[in-house]
């Protein structure tokens, strides 16, 4: 049973900050300083609408990506040229580029 209780001063930012993490976490701000303090795992954090459409967005972006390498499997498994090093390094750079976006949503 907690029966302790401890203060602690913030600003209004930090106030604000914490109770945004707390919320997206599903915690109460109490338990949310309780976990950080004592190196407790945090549950995942939620999507909200502005990461679901950036989501939405990238997988948009990775059928395109999969769009070009099935062309460019069909052309090399026909036997005809596939175009050169551009159109293969354009693919690998959208791959790239997918790929740093999704780490940046990860927590």
Same mark, same amino acid.
């Given at each position: 049973m907690r029966v302790r209780i401890v203060r602690v001063r913030t600003t209004?930012?930090?106030?604000?900050k914490m109770k945004d993490i707390?919320?997206?976490r599903g915690l109460s701000i109490s338990e949310l300083i309780r976990r950080a303090a004592l190196g407790t795992r945090?549950?995942?954090?939620?999507?909200?609408?502005t990461d679901a459409a950036l989501l939405a967005h990238m997988l948009g972006g990775l059928?395109?990506? @999969? !769009?070009?390498?099935?062309?460019?499997?069909? #052309?090399a498994n026909a036997g005809r040229p596939? @175009? !050169?090093?551009v159109?293969?390094?354009q693919v #690998?750079?959208?791959v790239n580029a997918l790929r740093s976006r999704l780490r940046r949503l990860l927590p």
């Open positions: 209004d930012t930090e106030f604000s707390a919320t997206a945090m549950p995942a954090r939620a999507f909200d609408a059928g395109r990506v @999969g !769009g070009n390498l099935n062309q460019l499997v069909r #052309l596939m @175009g !050169g090093d159109d293969l390094s #690998l750079a959208d």
